[in-house]
């Protein structure tokens, strides 16, 4: 029983990272595919499934090719189910325009992401990730793959969405609870396999657990305080400076060596050729058709990623396998007991930290005191600005003259069905830009949900139109 | 909504009994109102001028007077004279038709330009100065003058020093077929005007007006101010841009306005709105552009459509 109790936390520690980075990953393919319509929660809710109903499988004695379709069929249910609650919940079950959506979105995928896709493939990760952990125990090595595969994951999703401009709304909780899922996971493995990392066994594991855990968090807590975007931009301008210096010395030396060339005399120009008249209907003999060159970029992409990703995870898993021999040498070591100096030397780190801490934050205080803008006011101002480029790219850019009541009547002819949506953004985007109250957070709210409305317009407009055109026939 | 929006909501009711379909127009002589600017209004003949003048001035409970302007309008017909009493023996001062709160000047261009130089004080420093003294003028102080731009027979073009004291020019146009109708009905048995009563008291003004300068501009809403009249002054078709007191008569208004319609902070959108009146007449157009037909709010126009507004990045 104990045993049990045992591998079920264990099983939690490992359900919880990956569910934490999975979860970061499909906020952020929602954003973009389906303006956060979909449910994560009710996504991923398909992993402790796929865990149980794997491992009441794996009890059963049938050949293996027929579990992995009963488990495969499994996921297919699941899939369906999620696709029909969350996406056409208004649609009749025998209606089949709900299941034809599905295939039709794995055709449009070069073109575009749908929620349908990110259902299929988001269900997909999730179910297999289920099912392989169904298969094996769980140890103390395998929870450090974990944490190194989820860590290197998250460093991803968030590089990309910084890229995208579209990051989730709930990441630094969902990196917390992953590190707190990781440490107790680790922690509880290692304490298990009672491997430990001095000769001595004076201090019960759950002490231990419950200590480096704060002092990781503390250690956070104080990284978060210090580094600002501000530090970081003083440490990146002197490398900024001496690269443009580098660049500037490494040019003047080329011009000086073309300067050591004698200059070509300007010879006589040729005559001027007539350019031969282009016929549009010829077309290009040579030229690369654009689904073909969609589908060679996503390939080119697809690969460099890979290669990116694979490349990583070699490089940290070398790491951390010299890690573990150099722990593992140091299993007889004798350690020399020095009481009090370990507090004695954390207090003086406190300590330096904390005045460093102050210092800084004085520097910036002052340095920002002009020119500071209430996180509410930035909030609403990137709305418009994500408003701006989505209507940028749809083909109906802001004049520079405009202001923003003469573009939102140019977007309200555009687009009749978001009027009040789009004079609502427009309103608060102004007040916050021109006025000097603040928005509450029920304004922030009602805003994120106003433009997410916005940016399924059309989606909502399609699906309409297709219901509507089944309804006349 | 607040105290100044409720007022102007009170006036511009009140003065549309008489002018017909004109809310925009009298908008801005609220807005001219508020800022304590003097306001001129240019238009051909029987548009209603004189009648939005008077409108406006019985709505207010203030001392109205009115200065018909001829050529033989002398300066202290205008600004008033000290004339001998023989009863008392002394020198007295009869005050002048300036020394009221709203002063109609009807066709001001009628008036030699040495009569039109007497309003240049009056205008600018709110004072007026006979035979070495100096007195203020009441508060508040309210210059409506009225000329005809089609006749020019006669008349004395007003030069700029004296334009440039106006906040805003504004037109009246033509009224639309559904609102000469309604004049038609409105006036067939008395003129409204007679029965019209005032709706703002002189206190009540002056704690708008006061209010009206503290509405808040945005840093941004400044520049683009500024930016906009320095557009104006570097324009190839323009011979003199507008002046530092048109940037600030431009600032000033469009807190006027920002108030009237019931905000407490400037927008863009009321400096796009008054540029045209409240600079165009200040300007100077250089003669080979006018002979190409441009106009100087044509040539404004086309500077507020280049001017960007401060928004968003949208790249």
């Not at chain 1, 003086?348 to 904390?354: N, S």
């Not at chain 2, 409506?144 to 004395?156: D, H, K, M, S, Y």
């Amino acid at each position: 029983m104990k045993l049990d109790w045992k591998r079920g936390i264990l099983y939690l520690a490992v359900m919880g990272m990956e569910a934490c980075w999975l979860y970061v990953l499909i906020a952020l393919l929602n954003n973009k595919a389906a303006g956060d319509h979909l449910s994560i929660a009710g996504i991923l809710a398909l992993y402790p499934a796929s865990l149980f109903f794997n491992r009441l499988l794996g009890r059963l004695r049938w050949p293996r090719a027929c579990l992995l379709g009963v488990s495969w069929l499994g996921w297919v249910i699941g899939m369906l189910l999620i696709v029909k609650v969350q996406l056409y919940a208004d649609i009749p079950l025998s209606e089949s325009a709900w299941l034809l959506s599905i295939p039709q979105s794995i055709v449009h995928v070069i073109y575009s992401l749908k929620p349908e896709f990110l259902i299929l493939l988001s269900t997909g990760i999730i179910w297999w990730l289920g099912q392989r952990l169904a298969s094996r125990d769980v140890s103390f090595p395998m929870m450090l793959r974990k944490f190194q595969f989820g860590l290197i994951m998250l460093v991803l999703i968030f590089f990309a969405g910084s890229r995208i401009n579209a990051v989730p709304d709930n990441q630094v909780p969902a990196a917390l609870i992953f590190f707190l899922f990781a440490l107790f996971g680790i922690s509880v493995a290692h304490a298990f396999e009672n491997t430990r990392f001095s000769g001595h066994n004076r201090w019960p594991w759950p002490g231990l657990l419950f200590i480096s855990i704060s002092l990781i968090l503390l250690m956070g807590f104080l990284i978060t305080l210090m580094v600002t975007p501000e530090l970081l931009q003083l440490l990146w301008t002197p490398f900024k400076w001496a690269w443009g210096l580098i660049c500037g010395l490494i040019l003047k030396v080329i011009q000086f060596l073309a300067g050591l060339f004698p200059q070509s005399e300007p010879g006589k120009l040729p005559p001027v050729l007539s350019m031969p008249p282009i016929n549009p209907e010829q077309g290009k003999p040579l030229a690369i058709p654009k689904w073909l060159r969609s589908s060679l970029l996503f390939t080119i992409g697809v690969f460099c990623i890979g290669m990116a990703l694979l490349a990583l995870w070699r490089i940290t898993s070398d790491i951390f396998y010299w890690l573990r021999h150099k722990l593992a040498d140091m299993a007889d070591a004798e350690i020399e007991p020095m009481p009090g100096a370990f507090k004695t030397d954390f207090f003086r780190l406190l300590k330096y930290l904390f005045f460093r801490l102050l210092k800084l934050r004085f520097f910036f205080r002052l340095r920002n005191k002009e020119g500071a803008v209430s996180p509410e006011v930035v909030s609403i101002r990137k709305i418009y600005r994500q408003l701006l480029h989505w209507a940028a790219e749809h083909g109906c850019p802001r004049h520079i003259s405009q202001t923003p009541y003469e573009y939102c009547r140019t977007l309200e002819s555009l687009l009749p069905d978001a009027t009040i949506d789009l004079n609502f953004i427009t309103q608060q985007y102004v007040m916050a830009r021109y006025g000097v109250l603040l928005p509450t957070g029920d304004t922030l709210n009602n805003l994120s949900r106003s433009w997410h409305r916005i940016k399924q317009t059309r989606l909502k407009r399609a699906s309409a139109e297709q219901s509507s055109g089944k309804e006349e026939s | 909504m607040s105290i100044i929006q409720l007022a102007a909501k009170r006036l511009v009711n009140n003065v549309g009994e008489v002018i017909v379909g004109k809310k925009e127009t009298i908008e801005l002589v609220l807005v001219a109102l508020l800022c304590e600017g003097h306001i001129l209004i240019e238009d051909v003949p029987g548009i209603g001028k004189t009648m939005l003048a008077k409108a406006i001035a019985r709505s207010l409970d203030c001392s109205f007077k009115r200065i018909q302007s001829t050529p033989d309008l002398l300066p202290s017909d205008i600004t008033g004279i000290h004339f001998y009493n023989q009863k008392t023996s002394e020198f007295e001062f009869r005050p002048g038709p300036i020394m009221a709160n709203i002063v109609l000047v009807d066709e001001i261009n009628r008036a030699t330009p040495r009569t039109q130089s007497s309003l240049l004080e009056c205008m600018q420093e709110r004072q007026v100065t006979v035979d070495l003294e100096t007195m203020p003028l009441p508060r508040p102080f309210l210059v409506i003058a009225t000329q005809n731009p089609v006749e020019l027979e006669g008349t004395f073009p007003l030069p700029e020093a004296q334009l440039d004291r106006f906040l805003l020019r504004i037109g009246l146009g033509y009224p639309t077929k559904d609102e000469e109708g309604t004049i038609l009905s409105r006036f067939q048995r008395s003129n409204p005007l007679d029965s019209l009563t005032s709706v703002l008291k002189t206190d009540e003004l002056l704690k708008i007006q006061e209010l009206s300068g503290q509405m808040y501009v945005a840093e941004s809403v400044n520049n683009y101010v500024t930016a906009i009249t320095r557009a104006s002054r570097s324009h190839e078709d323009i011979k003199l841009g507008a002046s530092p007191r048109a940037s600030l008569g431009l600032y000033h208004a469009s807190q006027a306005l920002a108030a009237i319609r019931g905000r407490n902070y400037v927008i863009p959108d009321d400096v796009k709105h008054l540029a045209v009146p409240a600079l165009a007449h200040r300007l100077i157009v250089k003669t080979e552009a006018r002979l190409r037909g441009r106009s100087a709010e044509s040539i404004l126009s086309k500077i507020v459509s280049t001017v960007p507004v401060p928004v968003e990045d949208q790249s």
